[in-house]
């Protein structure tokens, strides 16, 4: 383990882990600005116990913001879907969790795979900035992407063929529409890790993976997932 000291100034340079949360991912974080919870506020939490500094968390409603934040040095730590297109500004950690991107359609609609919502005349709705719009941007060759606050919102009210999602919160949306459905199959696997500024040096950055690695193996993440009501998530494998 590396000196508590080092990674202590290099992390927390202010004297508190200043940690951004994405309230809009309710996989991974539920509540309000002024008191979050979920999985990533206690790893959040669990860090600044480790380095025995004050936690504080700045609360977003979209993944860009904190990938923005930690760029801008305004936050120690972030959570966030890895994509090449962060990779170059930001360090990840191995994984901590695996989410699923899907497709929400109409009951009627003639998309039943992924590779049917590739085609000519599909407009996808998407997150801006999300890791699926990330993802979809420089995968899907054919389809149309529209953004908005929510995939399933703009979906829903541009009329288009398609809207993406994470699953879990996208099934309740279905449950909540009749009408319209999950299509199966999922179009990418959403590994969550835990970022930081990429001028960490190397004992400092491999205190933070060796940190994730530890509460993935202890049974952390799952429990805390667990309660967050959010069991089906699926803990990384070791990193």
Same mark, same amino acid.
């Given at each position: 383990?590396?000196?508590?000291?080092?990674?202590?100034?290099?992390?927390?340079?202010?004297?508190?882990?200043?940690?951004?949360?994405?309230?809009?991912?309710?996989?991974?974080?539920?509540?309000?600005?002024?008191?979050?919870?979920?999985?990533?506020?206690?790893?959040?939490?669990?860090?600044?116990?480790?380095?025995?500094?004050?936690?504080?968390?700045?609360?977003?409603?979209?993944?860009?913001?904190?990938?923005?934040?930690?760029?801008?040095?305004?936050?120690?730590?972030?959570?966030?879907?890895?994509?090449?297109? =962060?990779?170059?500004?930001?360090?990840? $950690? *191995?994984?901590? #969790?695996?989410?699923?991107?899907?497709?929400?359609? %109409?009951? &009627?609609?003639?998309?039943?795979?992924?590779?049917?919502?590739?085609?000519?005349?599909?407009?996808?709705?998407?997150?801006?900035?999300?890791?699926?719009?990330?993802?979809?941007?420089?995968?899907?060759?054919?389809?149309?992407?529209?953004?908005?606050?929510?995939?399933?919102?703009?979906?829903?009210?541009?009329?288009?063929?398609?809207?993406?999602?994470?699953?879990?919160?996208?099934?309740?949306?279905?449950?909540?529409?009749?009408?319209?459905?999950?299509?199966?199959?999922?179009?990418?696997?959403?590994?969550?890790?835990?970022?930081? =500024?990429?001028?960490?040096?190397?004992? $400092? *950055?491999?205190? #933070?993976?060796?940190?994730?690695?530890?509460?993935? %193996?202890? &049974?952390?993440?799952?429990?805390?997932?667990?309660?967050?009501?959010?069991?089906?998530?699926?803990?990384?494998?070791?990193?």
């Amino acid at each position: 383990m590396s000196d508590l000291t080092q990674v202590r100034a290099e992390l927390a340079p202010t004297g508190v882990l200043r940690a951004h949360i994405n309230l809009g991912n309710p996989v991974l974080t539920h509540g309000t600005p002024d008191d979050p919870g979920g999985v990533t506020v206690d790893l959040a939490t669990e860090a600044a116990a480790r380095l025995d500094v004050p936690v504080e968390f700045t609360c977003v409603q979209a993944a860009r913001h904190s990938f923005e934040a930690l760029v801008e040095h305004r936050a120690d730590i972030a959570f966030l879907a890895v994509e090449p297109a =962060r990779a170059a500004q930001v360090a990840f $950690t *191995a994984p901590y #969790v695996l989410i699923e991107g899907v497709y929400v359609v %109409a009951t &009627g609609s003639p998309i039943h795979s992924v590779g049917d919502a590739d085609r000519e005349g599909v407009r996808i709705g998407v997150k801006e900035g999300s890791a699926y719009d990330l993802f979809l941007t420089r995968t899907l060759t054919l389809a149309q992407l529209v953004r908005g606050a929510e995939g399933v919102d703009v979906y829903l009210e541009q009329g288009l063929e398609a809207g993406a999602g994470v699953r879990q919160p996208a099934t309740r949306w279905v449950d909540a529409h009749p009408g319209h459905r999950v299509v199966p199959e999922r179009f990418q696997e959403i590994a969550q890790a835990v970022a930081t =500024r990429p001028d960490l040096s190397e004992p $400092t *950055a491999a205190w #933070v993976r060796d940190l994730v690695e530890e509460l993935k %193996a202890s &049974g952390f993440v799952a429990d805390s997932l667990a309660r967050a009501g959010q069991a089906d998530a699926t803990v990384a494998p070791p990193g």
